[in-house]
């Protein structure tokens, strides 16, 4: 894939929908391409967190860990799903384990550019912001759902 094709691809994301096209050359150019095959993980509950990830094509489970030390789904993520900034923005080590559910093809983000696009762009700050609310909502309710079948 091309720069521009990689680009398009991000200015899909509603997190970097309103950012200028050289920044977007810039996400583009500075991030490495990941695949993944099915059943792998892309980080692990526990472990540092240095990058995020776009899912390009295919789709990942979310999982964490129970007292019990087994693992539940908590959420499935799919082509241009943001995943891994929880650690990097809050500087604390992975709070789930991502797997690949099919084969899996990603666009890594580092820590230091994604910090510099939150800063420059307060809307994209306001995106993560908005989408991190819509999780914790979203697992509260998976939480609820959980705790009345047992």
């Known amino acids: 894939m091309d720069l521009q094709q990689d680009v398009d691809l991000l200015r899909n994301i509603p997190l970097f929908r309103n950012i200028d096209s050289r920044k977007l050359k810039l996400i583009a150019f500075t991030s490495q391409r990941l695949q993944f095959k099915a059943n792998e993980n892309l980080f692990v509950q526990g472990d540092y967190g240095d990058s995020a990830f776009i899912i390009i094509e295919g789709e990942a489970s979310v999982l964490i860990y129970t ?12 082509k241009n799903d943001l ?8 500087d604390v080590p992975r709070t789930a384990t991502v797997r690949a559910k099919t084969e899996l093809l990603t666009l890594e983000i580092t820590k230091e550019i994604f910090f510099q696009l939150v800063t420059q762009f307060p809307e994209m700050a306001l995106e993560v912001m908005r989408e991190l609310a819509f999780r914790l909502e979203k697992t509260n309710r998976r939480l609820q759902e959980l705790t009345i079948k047992t």
């Open 67 to 78: 007292n019990s030390d087994t693992q539940i789904e908590i959420a499935k993520v799919k």
């Open 83 to 90: 995943v891994g900034e929880i650690a990097i923005l809050c």
